[in-house]
């Protein structure tokens, strides 16, 4: 078997392996992010909507942008308003073009230094005294072992990277949205805003999406937990459903599939010689369904931490557990409470979710492009909000 060495091997090129292979190359390390695909970015598995918090991270490309939205708008099960926006700001966020901008930020990383390879498919971890020491992978048909002091777990939500190397972050069913999606046009839609639908006819234990792309066409989503989808009751059949009455005569470019973790932060995030990132690690809002913003962060602090325990030649789970602390601290509390809102909102009957959309109802301005900011702003509009939730569950 041929084989090779670096410092760093990187599996997968989504925005949160492209983002630790360049900050980790950026540090001055050998870095190798590879992707089992042909073309990084493709097939796409989102909605593309992001808030403009993703300018912190890079100096966005202006093709990475499909267009531009003022804020969101959530219908309840009675069709209750929630506006979204930001105070002071015409755009809130962004709708991407996944394809162009998963390419830019690999090409981001490339331009740092780092060895980016496609059509490579890691198959297995290398182990030794219970360290992660590399990965086998398949490379265009050919077997090579690649030794790397670390591993990093950028493989998304299929993710088997971590469970090869002793970390277990098995998804149950009802820690996992299953989603069917349209790219779609010639449909009537408010394009300045994003749109999402409530109510357990429309999507049980889930939500409909409408993300505008352009001026005429978006994409128009389901995604419903995996414990009630089944024969005839699947994320495709309430799709289906969805778009024949709101858009009869839309049509139909492209179809996606895919699923989101919403388990919230409740994994390990390293062991010796490893760090999972993004969707591997499960850091997504359990709410929303976003994790975009959560990969891109996610890279960039795993790439700083590798360099430091490179330099201190420790890749020990105890060293590098500065990522875990790290991600904690910025994020860990909002996607904690996503999944607290997450089970109570969706664990409401239709009476009691209507309740919880007419609590909110009306236009809501955060101050920032945060999730930590909307939090805030919603418990402010309605400092009763919480507790009668949990009223409502008692
Ligand atoms: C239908 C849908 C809609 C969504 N909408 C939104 C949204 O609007 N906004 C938002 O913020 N988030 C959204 N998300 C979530 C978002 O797509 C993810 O959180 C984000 O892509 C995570 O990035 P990542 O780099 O961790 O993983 P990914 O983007 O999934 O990248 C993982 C990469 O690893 C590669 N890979 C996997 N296994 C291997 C292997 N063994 N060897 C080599 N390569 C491998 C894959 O091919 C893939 O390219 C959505 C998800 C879905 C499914």
């Not at 860990?332 to 959309?357: C, H, M």
Request: proline share 4%; aromatic share 10%.
């Amino acid at each position: 078997m041929k084989e090779e060495e670096y410092d760093v091997v990187v599996v997968g090129a989504g925005p949160a392996g492209s983002m630790t292979a360049k900050t980790a190359a950026e540090r001055g390390l050998d870095v190798l992010l590879i992707e089992r695909n042909p073309v990084i970015g493709v097939p796409v598995k989102c909605a593309e909507g992001v808030s403009r918090e993703v300018e912190r991270f890079v100096d966005l490309d202006p093709r990475c942008i499909c267009t531009t939205f003022k804020g969101n708008i959530t219908y309840g099960p009675d069709g209750t308003q929630v506006i979204l926006s930001v105070a002071g700001e015409e755009v809130t966020g962004y709708v991407l073009d996944r394809q162009f901008f998963d390419k830019f930020l690999a090409l981001e990383a490339a331009r740092a230094g780092a060895e980016v390879r496609v059509r490579t498919h890691a198959y297995g971890v290398i182990q030794e005294e219970g360290y992660a020491k590399g990965v086998y992978v398949n490379s265009a048909g050919v077997d090579v072992r690649i030794s790397a002091d670390v591993v990093v777990g950028a493989d998304g939500v299929e993710s088997k990277i971590g469970r090869w190397g002793g970390i277990d972050t098995s998804l149950p069913l009802n820690d996992l949205a299953i989603c069917a999606q349209f790219l779609m046009c010639n449909i009537k839609f408010n394009h300045d805003y994003c749109e999402l639908f409530f109510g357990d006819e429309i999507a049980p234990k889930g939500y409909a999406w409408v993300f505008p792309k352009s001026a005429d066409s978006a994409n128009v989503g389901i995604g419903i937990s995996g414990d009630v989808s089944y024969d005839h009751h699947r994320a495709l059949d309430y799709l289906n459903a969805f778009v024949s009455d709101r858009f009869p005569n839309g049509k139909v470019i492209a179809e996606v599939f895919g699923a989101v973790p919403l388990s919230g932060p409740k994994y390990e995030t390293v062991a010796n010689g490893m760090i999972l990132v993004g969707d591997a690690a499960r850091h997504v809002n359990p709410f929303t369904g976003g994790g975009i913003v959560y990969a891109m962060r996610d890279g960039e602090i795993a790439g700083d931490v590798i360099a430091k325990a490179t330099h201190e030649k420790n890749f020990s789970k105890r060293r590098l557990r500065e990522y875990e602390k790290r991600w904690r601290k910025e994020f860990g509390r909002v996607l904690d409470a996503g999944l607290r809102i997450k089970n109570i909102v969706l664990g409401l009957n239709p009476q009691e979710q209507n309740k919880f959309f007419h609590l909110l109802a009306g236009e809501l301005k955060i101050k920032g492009f945060s999730e930590r900011g909307l939090l805030k702003e919603v418990i402010k509009k309605n400092p009763k909000i919480l507790f009668s939730l949990l009223r409502m569950m008692l």
